[in-house]
């Protein structure tokens, strides 16, 4: 069931949020598709932009280094490219060099890597299948009894500490493709390539919530001195044509959560504040961070405090990252556009698919919830983001829109759909390049 309403009585913009918490997927999906639905002339347009932009993405394949021609190769699709996400991920979070070890031994043993070499003309994908073919050796003969010789057994003895450090540098080495930097002066240093290229940023802060109120003070001031770093950079280009910053609620409190709404609106809204008073002063964009469904309407509750807040009138640096993939998108829509021009402003709204989709699910299954938050079904967000594009692109005195997505069609769609208006592209660091 939705949560309660809370104390403060709600708008039927608020109560139509909380109305289709999980929303039956088929009503949803029938409501969407027509309002996602375009002109036949407009989808043949449509269709044939996204071609040509595949065609040329496929057509630049044989140039692509680096991660993106390892991704290609090793594709999701694959048996091979499915265990090493795995692993990549997994080995993110084992703690001790034993359980790693079984683990690399679990992944890597059975991979066909020979199937994969020579078929890439970039060095770096070679270089991984020749490693991925040799440690798959290693990993197999690893627990075999009966090896042929010593050599073999010596092999065998050192191949998942030697694939360990390994695989700890290739993560180092992929970190740097999706990580401007460690420091934010790094990070803008690094960023003045892309920037020269018609690129703008907005930095995130990497790091999970914050657990203990010592967690919380050491992220706001982290925030703090990157808006003051970001700030300077910006030299007052302003909120569009500037950097900008996002930020995570849940880092700025221990306790960011709805069974604490009077301790979070007493002090997490304050910091929260602090924070945009900060970025209004450089004129720098500040986008709050989408997070975990359960956190939405809390997070409302804060966003509407600062909308009406008079302490920040007058300046359209409030942005909001909403999430394509909730049934209740285009319900928080409707409910930021009325309360943009309540309170005389434009909110910055950052349209995404979603990042989250796997706790949402398995949350709601151990909760015995009769539905889901989310789409259970990728294209069902597909739709659902035209259908959202469309309700922001019509709403240009209240909404300043932001599409981020790296998927062709979509990108295709919003090109069309925006032709006139004002908004922009987003995409994430170290990954779409070559689409855009």
Known sequence: MPFAPLARPQSPLRDAITAHWREDERACVRRMIDEARMPPEQVAQVEALARRLVEAVRGKRTGASGVDALMQEFSLSSQEGIALMCLAEALLRVPDSATADRLIRDKLAHGDWRAHLGHSPSLFVNAAAWGLLITGKLVSTASERSLGTALTRLIGRSGEPVIRTAVDLAMRLLGRQFVTGETIEEALKSATAREARGYRFSYDMLGEAAMTAADARRYLTSYEHAIHAIGRASQGRGIKAGPGISVKLSALHPRYSRAQHDRVMAELLPRLKSLLLLSRRYDIGCNIDAEEADRLELSL??????????????????????????????????????????TNRRFMVRLVKGAYWDSEIKRAQVDG???????????????????????????????????????????????????GLDWEYQCLHGMGETLY
């Not at 359209?316 to 309360?339: E, H, S």
């Not at 692109?393 to 769609?413: E, G, K, M, R, V």
Request: charged letters at 20%; hydrophobic letters at 45%.
């Open 301 to 342: 509750d804060l966003i509407e405090a600062v909308a009406e807040d008079p302490d920040l009138a007058g300046w359209d640096g409030i942005g909001v990252v909403v999430q394509a993939y909730q049934k209740r998108c285009p319900f928080v829509l409707d409910w930021l556009i009325d309360t943009a021009r309540r």
């Open 369 to 419: 919830q009769s539905g889901y938050p989310v789409y259970t079904r990728k294209i069902h967000t597909d739709v659902a983001y035209l259908a959202c594009a469309k309700k922001l692109l019509a709403a240009q005195d209240a909404i300043y829109p932001q599409f981020a997505t790296h998927n062709a069609y979509t990108l295709a769609a919003v090109h069309e759909l925006g032709r």
